[in-house]
């Protein structure tokens, strides 16, 4: 310690502990008696003022507060009497010269602090330490333009420019247009979504959001059944760029089918080919291609499990099976027990058991996905025009030339019923729901006729819940989306006839085909994507028109 510190602090020390001495020995002095004198009399209770309460509490604290910090101080300078003179004044070149006001290096160390509000029940000694503390710093410099809304232009954004709604709107504010998506998202949803509002819930008391569970894992069922959000008259849609746009084809495009797992289509064409394309609505990127020499795809379609392609030709007998994960194309060239000379129209069934073809003079052979065996054959009056599988994979409907549907089971290959399709002469086209509730059925007159599932099970003359007469040419497809919600139906001898049809209601949607498209020309094959929405058509043009729904999609 430097000699003039150590002469400074050490008559510090003196001089502070003789005056503690004195003040002890007064009280003695006054309360015991003088030299030779006779004792003081102590003053009566009753002339002793009480204390003040709340008073007396903050001066007994503001003594303890000094009383340590004495002996904190008194502590100190025994400390530093012992360091080397070197580490003391590092110490003040890096914490500064804080020896008499220890509380100081300790707000500077603990950095400001943001005053709260004084609670009433503090003391005054409480309220002046929190008033020592430095108030939040403003900020120096703030920039005007931060303050000044950002235009959006809404005219060269072609997404922007739909959610127009007159002309003077050629730019809005970020806030207005945060606003219109949010207007738009609620049109397309038919209101607030359910998520939305079990979120709020969640967030406004945390205690019921840990007891209340989610309804959506409360319970089990089919959640992809009809919904009453899918509002009818009008479709939101979007035309896409073609699936097969990566590889154009002029031939009819023969077979359009979506992956029951995957975001990809499958276009097969008259060309020999068929090819595999990832479908993102903007560039659709091609994934693979086969060709098959001399075989002219009549129809192709994927497993129930997505990893099989199974294709037939229009003049040949020949089964093939492209075996995606291995990537082999096995023939099949003869089913043992098949006797027909061509193998066109087939339908695999949705549990991936088995697979359906139909032959000449009624019959209809089924036969194991797995081994390609045949398993039964069943036949009915005249010509078979079309058939599919119920959606639990256990019934057959098959339409006849002669205007009758058959019902048949599988396991026991008997026929269950059979029904007069009203007003049918001559069938073409049939599809059942995949929620189980509706069978469609079309006939050359270009009728289609909506059943129950139920009364084609029971009544041999059953009353369609509503007849769909927006075509007058043969209908040659029927399909409906994995929901339920939509039938759509095309006919392949008559441009643009191709409408969607909004189920429970029965009604045609109005804006499809998109203000009369000359691009769709004659449709021959449709499907609906399992998930994102996408509807995808293939015309004689060897165009795969792809169309993207904004109910089901996530805009």
């Known amino acids: 310690m430097p000699p003039e510190r150590r002469s400074r602090t050490k008559p510090e020390q003196r001089t502070g502990s003789r005056p503690n001495r004195k003040i002890q020995m007064k009280p003695d002095r006054k309360a015991g008696a003088g030299p030779g004198g006779p004792p003081r009399k102590a003053a009566y209770s009753s002339q002793r003022k009480p204390p003040a309460g709340p008073r007396a509490a903050a001066a007994a604290i503001t003594i303890a507060a000094a009383e340590e910090s004495r002996l904190r101080e008194l502590n100190r300078q025994t400390l530093e009497e012992d360091k080397p003179a070197v580490e003391r004044c590092l110490e003040e070149l890096v914490f500064g010269d804080v020896a008499d006001n220890e509380d100081a290096l300790l707000r500077r ?82 209101g607030v979504p359910a998520w939305v509002e079990t979120n709020k819930r969640k967030t406004s008391s945390d205690d019921e959001s ?156 089924l036969l194991s996905m797995k081994t390609k065996e045949l398993i039964s054959s069943m036949k009915v009056n005249g010509r078979i025009a079309a058939s599919t599988f119920s959606s639990d994979s256990k019934k057959v409907y098959a339409s006849s030339a002669d205007g009758e549907v058959y019902v048949w089971d599988v396991n026991s290959r008997k026929c269950l019923n059979r029904f007069v399709d009203e007003g049918s002469l001559y069938g073409l086209s049939i599809a059942t729901s995949r ?41 040659s497809s029927l399909t409906f989306n994995p929901t339920s919600e939509i039938l759509a139906m095309a006919s392949e001898k008559m441009k643009e006839a191709v409408r969607l049809v909004h189920l429970p209601s029965c009604t045609v949607f109005s804006n499809f085909p998109v203000f009369k498209q000359k691009n769709i020309s004659l449709a021959h094959t449709m499907d609906f994507s399992p998930r994102s929405g996408y509807f995808a058509l293939g015309n004689e043009k060897g165009r795969a028109l792809l169309y993207r729904l904004h109910h089901y999609s996530d805009f």
């Open 435 to 475: 929620n189980g509730q509706y069978v469609a059925c079309g006939s050359n007159c270009g009728v289609v006729n909506i059943y129950s599932q139920d009364s084609c099970l029971q009544e041999t003359n059953p009353k369609p819940i509503k007849a769909i007469m927006n075509l007058v040419t043969g209908v």
């Open 109 to 190: 160390l603990r950095g400001p602090r943001v005053q709260v509000q004084d609670d009433s029940g503090d003391s005054e000694v409480e309220n002046e330490a929190k008033d020592n503390f430095p108030p939040q710093k403003k900020p120096v410099w703030v920039d005007e333009e931060d303050e000044d809304e950002e235009m959006v232009d809404m005219m060269n954004n072609r997404f922007r420019k739909d959610m127009m709604k007159n002309a003077s709107e050629n730019k809005l504010s970020k806030n207005e247009l945060q606003k219109r998506l949010k207007e738009e998202f609620q049109h397309a949803m038919g």
């Open 210 to 365: 840990e007891e209340d569970e989610d309804d959506l894992l409360q319970r089990t069922g089919n959640f992809i059944s009809t919904s009453t959000s899918l509002p009818k008259g009008i479709l939101k849609m979007k035309n896409c760029l073609h699936a097969n746009a990566e590889r154009p084809t002029t031939a009819r495009i023969s077979s359009v089918q979506f992956h029951p797992c995957a975001q990809v289509v499958m276009v097969a064409a008259l060309d020999n080919s068929v090819s595999l394309f990832q479908v993102d609505g903007k560039t659709n990127p091609k994934i693979q291609s086969i060709y098959l020499e001399k075989f002219p795809i009549f129809k192709a379609r994927f497993s129930a499990n997505g990893e099989e392609v199974l294709a037939t030709s229009t003049h040949s007998k020949v089964l093939y099976v492209y075996d995606m994960l291995a990537g082999k194309l096995i023939p099949v060239h003869q089913v043992r027990g098949l006797k027909e000379k061509i193998v066109r129209n087939f339908e695999v069934s949705s549990d991936g058991s088995f697979l359906l073809i139909n032959g000449v003079a009624g019959y209809f052979h």
